[in-house]
Structure formats: C-alpha cells, structure tokens
C-alpha cells in the first residue's frame, strides 16, 4: 500500500485550494461533491464535510479540491486539513466506495483531425489524465501503461496526452485512413476495460504542465516559479493560447525569456510538433499578441523544436 503526503496548492480563486497527494486517487473519473448527502460514493468527501467550512469538494486524479466559506481563511486550517486528509489515506480508508458502479463503464472516443497531418486527435468521454504528458520514445514510458501499449502499434511514432485526450503521431508513409478505427477501438477498450493509464511513480517525475517526460531530459522543463516578465509571458500563454491549441490537439509550453534580445523561447507539443502550420502560428498568433499585450518587452517567439 502506498505511504501517502499531500502537498497544499493555491488555485486561481482564493476560497478553493487544492491537496495534490503523490498517488492517483483516482483514474478516468472525477467527482464533485457539493454537500453531504451527495457522498454516498464518497467516504473521504463524507468526512471533510464535516468541517463547518467546507463547500464543496472535488476528488480527480492525484487532487481533492476544497472551496471553503467565508467562516474561516485557508492560511488558518489549510496544513490541518492537509494533515488530515493524509492521516485518512495512510489508514487505509477508501477514497471512492461505490459497489453499485459496474466495472466497464460505458465509453466513446471519436477520432478529430487537427492542422498537423502527421497527428490525428482521440477524444474520450471522460477524464483520462491531470496534467499534460508527451511521449516521444517507447523509453519515456516506463510509468504510463497506456502510452507504452500505444508505442507497440507498428504505426505510432510519438503520443500526446492532456486531460480528455490522446494525440497520436504516426510514422511516415501510412494513412490515417487505414489506422485511425483501429486506433480508436484500441483506446476505447483499454479505457472500458478500466486498465491503469499512469502509474504513480510519474508523479515524482513530473514537475508541472510543461514538463516533457523523457529519459533524457525528466523534470527539468516546468521546475521553475516563473517571476517577473517571465509570469505575465506564461500567464498570456496560459490564458489566451494554450486553450486554442489544446482544441487542435497540441500544447505550446514556455521554456525561456531573454530580456537583452526581447526573445521569448516555446516548446512545441502534440499536434503542434513539426506542424506545417506552427511557423504562422508562432509569427501571426503568439508573437504579435506578446508584443501588443507586452509592449516593448518582447519582440521575437521561437519554437526550440521547431
């Protein structure tokens, strides 16, 4: 049985914090839970509604998020609560307890195109990963199940996951017309057969949503508390085009600032890796809105893989 911590993470809105705990709570599900009486499925939730403050809870992947009311300040219960969700979890105590829940739940994936050729999208129903993970060799996928059954289809040449997802890149010379129903038939089952798509071992090798995972290069991309130009260039990125290039499969992550030259440094992932079309994103989309949003402060973007 895992030995559990829980680390305490600010979100965007100051009455929700999150407990990101160093193994999955739960794979291809989330859960809300916005009283009592609603957490029948839920002996953890159960629990932390008693506290006078609590709102609403929210359980997915390797988190539980808590919005509070305005009773107390998260700096005054949050190590408390943290504390006590870890004790709950090192007891044994189940996070999710629902027997009524049969063991294949129903699934679809449908197969999306995207600007990129090469990469064809697989969107799920469901939840299927917390952050972003990109593949680029059957070596990088040591702890993720998934990834590596995909990397043994003679046809798949690197893989793409974030939240919903799957972007795959396939080999030169084949079509995706004779391999994406097979493709998504594959992901379909997996997924229904409730098979494991992350381990938690990845979790102590991944430090945030632009961290590549690779043998190579693990954790060193994303580490950094961004501060400065820095922050208001991730933010920007964050806020206005990652949500664009998610639709297209892909994900554009920052890698670096130089304030002498006024050059902002990206990594492109997913579809938007070796996209015939990413140099006119870059130029047309990022680079113009920086330099309008950041006047005088950025003037160039380059991709450092592209």
């Known amino acids: ?20 705990t160093n193994s999955f709570l739960t794979q291809t599900q989330s859960f809300e839970f916005n009283n009592i009486d609603e957490t029948v499925a839920s002996p953890l939730a159960k629990e932390l509604f008693y506290l006078p403050f609590v709102k609403t809870v929210y359980i997915s992947q390797n988190f539980i998020a808590i919005e509070r009311f305005n009773l107390v300040a998260w700096s005054d219960v949050q190590n408390e609560v943290a504390q006590q969700i870890e004790n709950y979890l090192n007891a044994g105590n189940p996070v999710i307890q629902d027997p009524e829940t049969p063991k294949n739940v129903p699934v679809s994936v449908y197969a999306e195109v995207t600007p990129n050729p090469s990469v064809m999208k697989f969107v799920a129903n469901k939840a299927l990963v917390n952050d972003m993970y990109e593949f680029k060799q059957v070596g990088d996928t040591r702890f993720a199940p998934l990834a590596r059954a995909l990397f043994k289809l003679p046809f798949v040449k690197e893989v793409f996951m974030s939240e919903n997802y799957i972007s795959v890149t396939k ?44 043998e190579s ?3 060193t991309i994303g580490a950094v508390d961004h501060q400065g130009i820095s922050k208001e260039i991730v933010d920007i990125l ?10 297209d499969g892909g994900n554009i992550a920052f890698e670096s600032y130089n304030e002498e030259t006024k050059t902002v440094k990206v990594i ?14 870059l130029k047309n989309g990022i680079e113009t809105m920086l330099r309008e949003m950041l006047q005088g402060k950025v003037e160039y973007v380059e991709a450092v893989n592209g």
């Open 1 to 20: 049985m895992a030995t559990y911590s829980v680390t305490i993470e600010p979100t965007s809105r100051d009455t929700i914090i999150k407990f990101v």
């Open 171 to 214: 080999l030169d010379g084949i079509e995706w017309e004779e391999i994406s129903g097979e493709l998504r038939e594959f992901l379909r089952i997996y997924i229904a057969d409730g098979k494991r798509i992350l381990d938690d071992e990845i979790l102590e090798h991944y430090q945030g949503p632009s961290t590549v995972i690779n």
């Open 217 to 219: 290069n693990s954790a």
């Open 238 to 247: 964050d806020e206005y085009i990652k949500p664009a290039v998610a639709g």
């Open 268 to 281: 492109l992932q997913g579809a938007c890796s070796g996209c015939p079309s990413s140099t006119v994103t």
